[in-house]
């Protein structure tokens, strides 16, 4: 790879220094800040020229952070920088893929198109796809999407004792069929029927064993619904309290006292969206990946 340098967003600065130890790369000097008035401020101030650039910005509240990436993107192109590899650890808008009712956004669709315009390759974790089933069904650019499935079923492993690992919904099968597999335990997924943004309804299959530590393994939690109707039903069906495991904590405000609340034993997740429940360290994931790509 041509000479590089990293860079980020202000809330992705951990896992960017820890990244550019690891591929031992320089960080990049750079201000961003907001102004009195709420609009956003980029200074660059590392020589770019020819550079190649790592630019890390995980994209959880994606409508506050688009214009400082966009203005900080641009501005690196126009001092002379010569690629732009963008690595958002969290892929925003994935979930609206498809025109539910006439006249929607398809937000997927669109946000991949404005990121395609300004960068020359995407790498994100475990992004949402149901109907796309690859991103360069509606990225213009590279992509590279890795997986949290192996680190998580070795936490699993390490940290939990006869465990079963339960998915929310069938969306969730094709991570939870491999945590399972890599975690040596058996797997459920329940069914899921949404009913709007803050309403579902879990319904989990027999399972015979409630010896077993169950631990629900989802891509996203948010507004937290899925995690509380399925410990709620698994504590109906007779189950121990559940361990919550999430690769990306959007987790809305008091999402994780409510988990708690209605019993889950401990909620974790990894550190694609900074959260004091990051305890899945992904960092060796993507520092892999670059080091396999440049
Ligand atoms: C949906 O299909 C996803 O895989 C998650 O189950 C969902 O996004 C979680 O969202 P919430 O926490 O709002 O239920």
Excluded at 36 to 55: A, H
Excluded at 65 to 81: N, Q, Y
Excluded at 209 to 228: A, H, N, Q, R, Y
Aim: proline content about 5%.
């Amino acid at each position: 790879m041509k000479e590089s340098l990293i860079f980020s967003l202000p809330h992705d600065k951990l896992l960017t220094a820890t990244l550019a130890t690891k591929l031992k790369i320089e960080i990049g000097a750079a201000e961003i800040r907001d102004f009195p008035d709420g609009e956003s401020y980029v200074r660059i101030d590392s020589n770019v020229q020819n550079k190649t650039i790592l630019l890390i910005c995980s994209l959880d509240h994606p409508n506050n952070k688009i214009l400082p990436l966009v203005f900080m993107a641009k501005t690196l192109k126009e001092l002379g920088a010569h690629k732009i590899h963008l690595i958002s650890p969290y892929l925003a808008y994935m979930r609206q893929d498809k025109r539910f009712h006439p006249g929607e956004a398809v937000n997927s669709t669109l946000f991949a198109q404005l990121l395609s315009d300004f960068v020359d390759s995407i790498m994100t974790i475990d992004p949402h796809l149901h109907r796309i089933h690859n991103l360069s069904e509606i990225f213009t650019i590279p992509c590279a999407t890795l997986h949290a499935k192996k680190i998580i079923a070795t936490w699993i492993r390490n940290q939990v004792d006869a465990p079963v690992i339960i998915g929310p919904d069938e969306e969730s099968r094709q991570w939870v069929e491999e945590v399972a597999k890599d975690a040596n335990a058996p797997f459920i997924v329940a069914e899921k029927i949404r009913h709007g943004d803050r309403d579902v309804r879990v319904s989990i299959p027999t399972f015979d064993d409630l010896s077993k530590t169950p631990v629900l393994v989802d891509d996203i939690i948010s507004t937290g619904v899925s995690m509380i109707e399925s410990i709620q039903e698994l504590k109906a069906r007779g189950f121990k309290n559940p361990i919550c495991i999430a690769v990306h904590a959007l987790f809305d405000q008091n999402v994780y006292e409510h988990l708690r609340n209605v019993g889950a034993q401990e909620i974790i997740s990894c550190n694609t969206i900074p959260h004091f429940s990051n305890k899945i360290d992904i960092s060796d994931v993507i520092a892999e990946e670059i080091k396999n790509v440049f």
